[in-house]
């Protein structure tokens, strides 16, 4: 199930639209051991219809980030160029040395823009089936890729999006949990930071990913650009880049849509 959450304020006898959240929820039957099926949907008016096709346009669009992620299809032919000029940017051609490479100025290395914690879960973070809650996670997920924009751009950040909130498998209560942001990709005042979760195993040393959040952050200034110094920086250079865009067309789509909803107006 796709659920759309949109929030609005009223100012001065008109309401203003604030923020919209999607949540894409699995369910499960009572006992949570299998999946549950879903009744479908069937669209009153016109408004419930033009609803219900934003939600299939989406699936479809997920689907396709998906197939064409980084880690499974080769950056098409723009991205290779981007990733092309990064490298010869940073290189002195003069010299007829590709081993040395050279900071531009307002640049910083991929590599100098990430923070890392590690938080204890207590059995107080636990939810109803007994493992840590997905919030509790989220917010300090939030909370480390503030303090990084913070550091990076040296103003407070503003909270432009939260995308792609990807929960791979759940965290037992107890655990060890390690948390790295990265700045990935800057535009302007734009900074796209993600931040992976990951369990930590002290007696094997094994780590697990479970968790990959994508902030957008926004700050009065332009900031510094942020480059790639290996191929593995590059494609978190893409990713973040891909999910900036998506985040810009989004917000392209949503200033043009004056037909959804005024839920709030009609309560």
Same mark, same amino acid.
């Given at each position: 199930?796709?659920?759309?959450?949109?929030?609005? %304020?009223?100012?001065?006898?008109?309401?203003?639209?604030? #923020?919209?959240?999607?949540?894409?929820?699995?369910?499960?039957?009572?006992? /949570?051991?299998?999946?549950? &099926?879903?009744? +479908?949907? @069937?669209?009153?008016? @016109?408004?419930?219809?033009?609803?219900?096709?934003?939600? @299939?346009?989406?699936?479809?669009?997920?689907?396709? &980030? %998906?197939?064409?992620?980084?880690?499974?299809?080769?950056? *098409?032919?723009?991205? %290779?160029? $981007?990733?092309? *000029? !990064?490298?010869? /940017?940073?290189?002195?051609?003069? @010299?007829?040395?590709?081993?040395?490479?050279? !900071? +531009?100025?307002?640049?910083?290395?991929?590599?100098?823009?990430?923070?890392?914690?590690?938080?204890?879960?207590?059995?107080?973070?636990? /939810?109803?089936?007994?493992?840590?809650?997905?919030?509790?996670?989220?917010?300090?997920?939030?909370? !480390?890729?503030?303090? &990084?924009?913070?550091?990076?751009?040296?103003?407070?950040?503003?909270?432009?999006?939260?995308?792609?909130? /990807?929960? =791979?498998? +759940? $965290?037992?209560?107890?655990?060890?949990? =390690?948390?790295?942001?990265?700045?990935?990709?800057?535009?302007?005042?734009?900074? =796209?930071?993600?931040?992976?979760?990951? #369990?930590?195993?002290?007696?094997?040393?094994?780590?697990?990913?479970?968790?990959?959040?994508?902030?957008?952050?926004?700050?009065?200034?332009?900031?510094?650009?942020?480059? +790639?110094?290996?191929?593995?920086?590059?494609?978190?250079? $893409?990713?973040?880049?891909?999910?900036? %865009?998506?985040?810009?067309?989004?917000?392209?789509?949503?200033?043009?849509?004056?037909?959804?909803?005024?839920?709030?107006?009609? !309560?």
């Amino acid at each position: 199930m796709e659920v759309v959450v949109w929030l609005e %304020q009223k100012l001065h006898g008109s309401w203003h639209r604030i #923020t919209r959240a999607l949540f894409l929820i699995a369910a499960r039957d009572p006992t /949570n051991t299998r999946s549950a &099926l879903v009744n +479908p949907l @069937e669209p009153a008016d @016109e408004r419930e219809r033009s609803i219900l096709a934003g939600g @299939e346009s989406r699936k479809t669009a997920r689907m396709k &980030l %998906q197939a064409q992620h980084v880690s499974k299809v080769i950056p *098409n032919e723009e991205e %290779q160029r $981007i990733i092309h *000029n !990064l490298y010869t /940017n940073t290189v002195d051609v003069k @010299e007829g040395s590709l081993t040395r490479r050279v !900071l +531009p100025p307002s640049t910083e290395w991929m590599s100098n823009c990430t923070l890392s914690n590690v938080i204890f879960s207590h059995p107080e973070d636990r /939810n109803l089936h007994n493992t840590v809650f997905g919030g509790f996670i989220m917010r300090n997920a939030s909370e !480390l890729a503030f303090i &990084l924009g913070f550091r990076f751009s040296r103003y407070r950040p503003m909270m432009k999006s939260i995308s792609d909130i /990807n929960f =791979q498998r +759940p $965290i037992a209560v107890n655990s060890l949990i =390690q948390m790295h942001a990265h700045v990935v990709f800057t535009q302007l005042q734009y900074m =796209q930071i993600i931040v992976y979760v990951e #369990t930590y195993d002290p007696i094997n040393g094994r780590s697990d990913t479970t968790n990959t959040f994508h902030f957008t952050f926004q700050v009065p200034e332009i900031v510094r650009e942020v480059l +790639p110094l290996t191929y593995h920086e590059a494609m978190m250079y $893409i990713d973040g880049r891909r999910h900036f %865009q998506d985040v810009l067309e989004k917000d392209l789509n949503d200033s043009m849509n004056t037909d959804i909803p005024e839920l709030m107006s009609k !309560l």
